[in-house]
């Protein structure tokens, strides 16, 4: 697990602040990702505080695809 803090107002601050630190890598990632605060799912508009934990959750591989 990493740890990273982002300031931002709002989930969506954060995760803009976030593209800009880390980049396109970053970015494609969170294209196909959940964002998380508290344990709980969250949108762009979330209101967030230094004390939130905004986590990014990217798609997990593995289950069984058609054969």
Known sequence: MS????DGNT?????TAATAR???AFEAV???SRVWVNGEP???DMVVTTD???AVLPPVSGGIGSR
Request: aromatic fraction near 4%; avoid cysteine; proline fraction near 5%.
């Open 3 to 6: 740890r990273v803090d982002v």
């Open 11 to 15: 989930v969506g601050d954060v995760l």
């Open 22 to 24: 880390f980049g396109t």
């Open 30 to 32: 969170l294209s196909n």
């Open 42 to 44: 969250a949108g762009p």
């Open 52 to 54: 939130d934990e905004v």
